[in-house]
C-alpha cells in the first residue's frame, strides 16, 4: 500500500481557480508543518487548459481540493511543472 496519496482535477480557462488551490494547498503546508511528502504539480495541456495533481501524506481527501478524484500514481505526467510543497520529493519523482 502506497504511503502517498494522489488526487487531480482538470481545470480548463479559470485561473482564480487554480489560484484558490495552490492558496488552499499553501495552507493546508503551513497546518501540516511541511510535511515531506505533499506536493501541488501541474500537467499543462494547453494554454488555458491544465490538471492539478495534489499528494497528499494520508489517504483523507480535504474538503480544501473539491472536484479533485483519487488518482492512480501510473497515471501521473512524466514532465509535470512544480508549484508547491517538497521540492526533493519532486526531484526524487520526475527528475
Known amino acids: 500500500m502506497s504511503l502517498v496519496h494522489w488526487y487531480k482535477k482538470r481545470f480548463e480557462g479559470v485561473p482564480?481557480?487554480?489560484?484558490?488551490?495552490?492558496n488552499a494547498f499553501k495552507q493546508l503546508l503551513i497546518?501540516?508543518?511541511?510535511?515531506?511528502?505533499m506536493l501541488l504539480i501541474e500537467e499543462?495541456?494547453?494554454?488555458t487548459g491544465s490538471t492539478l495533481w495534489?499528494?497528499?501524506p494520508a489517504p483523507r481527501h480535504p474538503s480544501?481540493?473539491?472536484?479533485?478524484?483519487?488518482?492512480?500514481e501510473t497515471a501521473l505526467p512524466k514532465t509535470p511543472k512544480f508549484l508547491l510543497g517538497s521540492r526533493a520529493a519532486f526531484d526524487k519523482q520526475f527528475v
Open 31 to 37: 497546518s501540516k508543518a511541511e510535511p515531506v511528502g
Open 64 to 72: 480544501a481540493f473539491t472536484g479533485f478524484i483519487p488518482a492512480d
Open 44 to 47: 499543462v495541456h494547453t494554454p
Open 16 to 22: 482564480l481557480a487554480k489560484d484558490a488551490i495552490q
Open 54 to 56: 495534489v499528494r497528499l
